[in-house]
Nanobody
Framework: QVQLVESGGGFVQVGGSLRLSCEASRNVFGLNLMGWYHQAPGKQRELVATVTSGGRSDYAEFVKGRFTISRDNAKNTVYLQMNSLKSEDTAVYYC?????????????????WGQGTQVTVSS
């Protein structure tokens, strides 16, 4: 199994920036994606951005041009740089690890989630 620990959430004013980090408890060798989702009160959890083990990134339309996802495989860590934050970005942000195939055969395929970190953007 693998655990994910997020950090970096907090309060920020509209137009400000935050950087989220998520560290996995172990490395996953093989096909996988790391990503960020968010969930606002009363709404479903939705995808924000993902990055593959090979470094290919993908973004939801509502964050394109404002957020940047990156990963450091040596540190088992994925980052989300959030700029030009809007009030509608307020949500709990969850780190996700989607394991397709672990070459070591130790981590079952599937989704793993962090505990979430609150991001509040105030005007």
């Amino acid at each position: 199994q693998v655990q994910l620990v997020e950090s970096g959430g907090g309060f920020v004013q509209v137009g400000g920036s935050l950087r989220l980090s998520c560290e996995a408890s172990r490395n996953v060798f093989g096909l996988n994606l790391m990503g960020w989702y968010h969930q606002a009160p009363g709404k479903q959890r939705e995808l924000v951005a993902t990055v593959t083990s090979g470094g290919r990134s993908d973004y939801a339309e509502f964050v394109k041009g404002r957020f940047t996802i990156s990963r450091d495989n040596a540190k088992n860590t994925v980052y989300l740089q959030m700029n030009s934050l809007k009030s509608e970005d307020t949500a709990v942000y969850y780190c996700n690890l989607h394991v397709i195939h672990d070459l070591n055969g130790e981590i079952p395929a599937g989704d793993y989630w962090g505990q979430g970190t609150q991001v509040t953007v105030s005007s």
